[in-house]
């Protein structure tokens, strides 16, 4: 699927705008990008053009959520098949999603892409072959792509959040010169894919499953003993659990994890909000 490139606006960006165009200016500076660059509209009257098209002044948005236009309306970025997966603006530039109102990634200190960024770096990419089993918006993957990983291959199950790939500028584009053929993206369920990848094949892997409760397969011991099988000797997993209240669930994920890689054959202690793990 080929990456959007329309506007993207959020209330803030609508309604300045429109303020803009009432205070008399011609032209308005701002991320029409979610914060990715800066760029310029002329505004008349009745529309605004950018890149040589005219789009309508939109009515008012709701906060908490980003519109794209679909060719007759700015709609929002949102699909509901089963569950509501939604693309969700953040003070960072860089969005979040939500799966039914539950959101998907850290937001509350820093950036995702930040986040992220720390993540990938206890991997060590660089030159290396990286799993990313569970791609989600791809953050893990542009930051592997960022520190120069020779190639990333990348699972996500859900085709909405592919979908949702394609409309957020911050995910990166597997076609893209800046990813020069090195991220291949799978549209597949990883329990099932990493069947057919080789074994010793992987320097690192990245684990960013859903929680337990949503995907507890992805934690199970089996597919632990997958991870140790394509990951060659000495090479590096970060595995996010995040860090579920104990008094509320009843159960410690995170050192539930370390035992599991420990007997797949990992070396694994907690780390940032999961677990970094060496295979033996």
């Given at each position: 699927?080929?990456?959007?490139a329309?506007?993207?606006?959020?209330?803030?960006?609508?309604?300045?705008l429109?303020?803009?165009?009432?205070?008399?200016?011609?032209?308005?500076t701002?991320?029409?990008d979610?914060g990715?660059?800066e760029?310029?509209?002329?505004?008349?009257?009745d529309?605004?053009?950018w890149?040589?098209?005219?789009?309508?002044y939109?009515?008012?948005?709701k906060?908490?959520?980003?519109?794209?236009?679909?060719?007759?309306g700015?709609?929002?970025?949102s699909r509901f098949?089963?569950?509501?997966i939604k693309?969700?603006?953040?003070?960072?530039?860089?969005?979040?999603?939500e799966?039914?109102?539950?959101k998907?990634l850290?937001?509350?200190k820093?950036?995702?892409?930040?986040?992220?960024r720390?993540?990938?770096?206890?991997?060590e990419?660089?030159g290396?072959?990286?799993?990313d089993t569970?791609?989600?918006?791809?953050?893990?993957?542009a930051?592997?792509?960022?520190?120069?990983?020779?190639?990333?291959?990348?699972?996500?199950?859900n085709?909405?959040?592919?979908?949702?790939?394609?409309l957020?500028?911050?995910s990166?584009?597997p076609?893209?010169?800046?990813?020069?053929?090195?991220?291949q993206?799978?549209?597949?369920d990883?329990?099932?894919?990493?069947l057919?990848?080789?074994?010793?094949?992987?320097?690192?892997?990245?684990?960013?499953?859903?929680?337990?409760?949503?995907?507890?397969?992805?934690?199970?011991?089996?597919?632990?003993?997958?991870?140790?099988?394509?990951l060659?000797?000495?090479?590096?997993?970060?595995?996010?659990?995040?860090?579920p209240?104990?008094?509320?669930?009843?159960?410690?994920v995170?050192?539930?994890?370390?035992k599991?890689?420990?007997?797949a054959?990992?070396?694994?202690?907690?780390?940032?909000?999961g677990?970094?793990?060496?295979r033996?």
């Amino acid at each position: 699927m080929s990456h959007y490139a329309g506007p993207l606006l959020t209330r803030p960006v609508a309604e300045a705008l429109t303020v803009s165009r009432d205070a008399g200016a011609d032209e308005w500076t701002g991320s029409l990008d979610l914060g990715r660059s800066e760029t310029q509209a002329s505004l008349h009257a009745d529309a605004w053009q950018w890149h040589d098209a005219r789009y309508p002044y939109p009515a008012r948005l709701k906060d908490r959520t980003i519109y794209y236009w679909d060719g007759r309306g700015f709609e929002p970025v949102s699909r509901f098949s089963g569950s509501l997966i939604k693309l969700v603006p953040t003070e960072w530039g860089a969005p979040t999603f939500e799966i039914d109102g539950i959101k998907m990634l850290p937001t509350s200190k820093e950036s995702p892409i930040d986040d992220a960024r720390r993540k990938v770096a206890l991997v060590e990419p660089r030159g290396k072959v990286v799993l990313d089993t569970c791609g989600g918006l791809g953050y893990f993957a542009a930051c592997c792509l960022e520190a120069s990983a020779a190639r990333v291959l990348s699972f996500e199950k859900n085709p909405d959040v592919l979908w949702l790939r394609t409309l957020n500028p911050w995910s990166p584009d597997p076609d893209s010169a800046d990813a020069g053929g090195r991220l291949q993206l799978g549209h597949g369920d990883v329990t099932q894919a990493i069947l057919q990848v080789p074994d010793a094949s992987v320097d690192a892997l990245l684990h960013d499953p859903p929680r337990f409760g949503i995907a507890g397969e992805l934690y199970s011991q089996a597919f632990y003993t997958q991870l140790a099988r394509v990951l060659r000797r000495g090479g590096r997993l970060f595995h996010y659990t995040g860090s579920p209240n104990k008094l509320t669930s009843g159960r410690d994920v995170p050192r539930e994890v370390a035992k599991r890689l420990e007997h797949a054959g990992f070396k694994a202690q907690l780390a940032l909000d999961g677990v970094f793990a060496t295979r033996r």
